[in-house]
């Protein structure tokens, strides 16, 4: 179940970066999922410690953008 709502998280993303819909996310987020489920422990890892990294560095540009008066 969980590996079913990552694909569609990593889907809708790629659809959203694409800008032109369609099933190309889709078919690109259950790859992904399929991928990191196979891998087993170490797929998790992996796509854990690259969530966290994008999290981290879209939170660091927002800090960044704000420049003080």
């Given at each position: 179940?969980?590996g079913k709502?990552?694909?569609a998280i990593?889907?809708s993303?790629?659809d959203q970066?694409d800008?032109s ?6 078919i ?6 399929g991928?990191?489920r196979?891998?087993?422990?170490l797929?998790i890892?992996l796509?854990?410690?690259y969530?966290?990294?994008k999290?981290?560095d ?7 953008v704000?420049?003080?008066?």
């Amino acid at each position: 179940m969980i590996g079913k709502v990552l694909a569609a998280i990593i889907g809708s993303k790629i659809d959203q970066r694409d800008g032109s819909g369609g099933v190309k996310g889709a078919i690109l987020g259950a790859t992904a999922a399929g991928v990191i489920r196979r891998m087993g422990p170490l797929g998790i890892v992996l796509g854990g410690a690259y969530l966290a990294k994008k999290a981290y560095d879209k939170r660091r540009t927002e800090r960044v953008v704000t420049p003080a008066e």
